[in-house]
């Protein structure tokens, strides 16, 4: 029989392929085997004995971002044994909207109101109730249920199930599952408004959320009971679902949203003919973290960087030059911004007289350059009178006298906040991935010294963007 490459699959297929090979507990392999079987004999070729709704096809490009290196992130729903049990199965629909994988364990009482064979249909996988059961395909099942997910999600959380967490009892699936978790947990608590407020109750919900265990509702409404109302209807799936993915993808905090930040990065090179020129160390490593730690923070972010051999963080736009003179001119022009960072290691000094063509070798003898200074960018920016940026920050770069030199930089050159580092070619900083820093943050004529650890240039680039992030909601 011929080979099949799944590799010369459509991306698509291939994918739905993967999801329903891992629903099914096979390889991938195995299930093209299972699918070309049945298509032989021409039987549906799912499972289960009831009727599935396809999963949606995704692309891979269509998945949230950072995800669990598993795929989808995974819920084990506990259904408990209330009149919201019901509610719990459309439950399982709204978090698979959300692409998330959901694994049902039904209590004894969950059985009296809703069945397993409904709970499976809707979650496409097996439905667990035993603690002790013989088929499952996991050794230690409650362990498994409990660590092979991201979160455990209990809905309805009846009052009984809720203080036997408190407690910690352990004498069925459900709650050995919560015993043994590792993982976050969240409650949807759905009961009598009496049970809720009973005394008991409401120390078990104490003792809960002291424990870490997050809860959706209950909400106030009619109950299940003819003529009674009050607090304990359990959250609505939409509700439970949001809260479920809440936990499961928490929003990223972005909070330098709507402010624009410029930061200059890498090296200048200054030519001393049409094919030399004079040029530094520097990488750029450094100026690109802080850049896309910027953009991660929410930021506008403008990023002018000298020639350096990296990609453009994701969101940023990148402006690339190659002198001093370019990079001012460059940076006047992205003015106003609300913090600019200059990261860049500008070369203090041009060739005079740039050559037009290429210097020759001559009988006269080696030429002499004549240097001149280049304009000072952070000098320039920080001593703007109209569009001065509201936070402006410096690096210092030094081999010796590191805080002195720092600290006199600072003054001089009018900035705010300087980040000194030591770059002595025996330490690695320039060109290498980690970098010890120094903060030097100025009030009125005190300058305090904030040492930090060693890092990686990424995290000096995220610490040096919370303080900033700090320093932007003071002064606002
Ligand atoms: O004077 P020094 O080069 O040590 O100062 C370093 C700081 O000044 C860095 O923040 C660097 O980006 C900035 N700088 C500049 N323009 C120059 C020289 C340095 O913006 N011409």
Redesign the pocket.
Known sequence: MANLTIRKLDDAIRDELRLRAARNGRSVEDEVRVILRDAAQQQPHEPQTVPRTPLPMLAKSALPAGEPAHGLPRVTLIIGGGIAAYKALDLIRRLKERHIEVRCVLTKAAQQFVTALAASALSHQRVHTDLFDPESEFDAGHIRLARDADLIVVAPATADLMAKMAQGHANDLASAILLAANRPILLAPAMNPLMWNNAATRRNVMQLRRDGVAMVGPNAGEMAEAAEAGVGRMAEPTEIAAAAEHLLRPPRSRPLKGKRVLI?AGP?HEAIDPVRYIANRSSGKQGFAIAAAAEAAGADVLLISGPVDLAAPAGVSVTHLES?RQ??QR?EAALPVDVA????????WRVAHEGEQKLKKAAAGTPRLELV?????????SKLRDKRPGLV??????TENLIE?AKA?LA??G?DW??ANDVSPALGVMGGDRNTVHLLTRNGAEIAVDSWAAMTKEQVAAKLIAHIAKAVEKAS
């Open positions: 200059t200048t001093a990079m001012l940076a960072i200059f990261a860049a290691a500008v070369a203090d200074e280049n304009p000072d960018i952070l000098a320039t920016i920050i410096g690096f210092a770069a030094e030199n930089k001089r050159k900035c300087i980040l």
